[in-house]
């Protein structure tokens, strides 16, 4: 399979703009199709967004933008590109109704990219006509900015595929994680949920409102994740000795009742408000479209001071800079 320079993205969601976003910067050419009327407005605030983030972060010439073009139809999108990022809504049943539309109108080489967060590549592929080209293709909000992407094959995925994916996407400046055991939720997403799930019960049981729980994260353990990851920043903690150490003193502490990580809490109406009025009153002063630039700005600042020590997330940054500034200068 040769370089990809056109791709096409069916749903123009949060996720979906933002995979527009990176493909456009990447001077690919995306076509687009979301029946969503208001889609051309939420995609140029997503595509906004990604301009003011890779002007503040990039130290490397820009690619020419890709052009981007709206389609009437996924036959109409699919129908001349290499690669289909499918970000439609988290059903099953609605993504393999729209794999039968991509298999109408796709080149039967191009590569079915789902972006779901959880559900398995093998019930995706079910009644596809050419299952060994699809694979999940799992990003993170902002798409245009975190590197990370899961790639997760089904049983019927083909070596090739998950070759050709990771090539792509490495492309982009991304980091590809080739999760090798299929397993629901991939990596990440089952890291996130326990945190999430253990969250829900602080704030049910009133030990922390959500402010204070994203306090703990962000001014503590987020910062270490953010360059070293949960293995890496025990390690360092378990002193000269290293993780052995670091096993054998906190050990134990896994069979202390600490969490409740095996029991989820009941979203009642009760607990739902609760945690939305403390979500208000901790960042309602904002619009989300303030969040957004909030976090892009704070993203750029961290990934810039990791590219500064060649580390982490910053690493990948120093990569795709480099090979940008050569393309340049090979002009």
Not at 67 to 90: F, H, K, T
Not at 105 to 115: N, Y
Not at 221 to 228: D, E, K, P, S, T
Not at 257 to 282: G, H, R
Request: aromatic share 8%; proline share 4%.
């Amino acid at each position: 399979m040769g370089s990809i320079s056109k791709v096409a993205v069916i749903g123009g969601g949060v996720i979906g703009g933002g995979w527009i976003a990176r493909f456009l910067e990447n001077g690919i050419d995306v076509n687009v199709f979301d029946p969503d009327k208001d889609a051309r407005k939420k995609i140029d605030a997503v595509l906004e967004n990604a301009a003011l983030a890779a002007e503040n972060l990039m130290d490397a010439p820009r690619m020419p933008m890709g052009i981007l073009r709206y389609c009437q139809s996924v036959e109409e999108a699919v129908a001349d590109v290499g690669l289909i990022a499918e970000a439609v809504p988290e059903r099953l049943e609605l993504k393999q109704s729209v794999y039968k539309q991509i298999e109408a109108g796709a080149l039967k080489e191009a590569i079915i990219a789902s972006s779901t967060s959880g559900i398995l590549p093998t019930q995706l592929q079910q009644g596809l006509e050419h299952p060994e080209r699809l694979l999940v293709a799992h990003p993170f909000n902002p798409v245009y900015l975190l590197p990370l992407v899961e790639l997760v094959g089904g049983e019927q995925t083909s070596a090739q595929t998950i070759e050709a994916a990771k090539q792509f996407y490495q492309s982009l400046g991304m980091r590809p994680l080739h999760v090798r055991k299929e397993i629901e939720a991939f990596i990440a997403d089952r890291l996130l949920e326990a945190v999430w799930r253990e969250s829900l019960w602080l704030v049910k049981d009133g030990v922390a409102t959500t402010e204070e729980i994203d306090d703990a994260i962000r001014y503590g353990f987020g910062l270490r994740w953010a360059q070293m990851g949960l293995f890496e920043t025990y390690r360092i903690a378990g002193g000269e000795a290293g993780m052995r150490h670091f096993i054998k003193q906190f050990g134990p502490c896994l069979q202390w009742p600490w969490s409740k990580l095996t029991d989820v809490p009941e979203l009642s109406d009760e607990l739902t408000e609760k945690i939305a009025d403390q979500s208000d009153k901790q960042s309602g002063q904002y619009s989300i479209r303030q969040l957004e630039r909030i976090r892009d700005n704070n993203l750029v600042g961290i990934l810039k001071a990791l590219k500064a020590n060649n580390w982490g997330a910053g690493k990948t940054l120093a990569e795709y800079e480099n090979r940008l500034n050569t393309n340049s200068g090979d002009k």
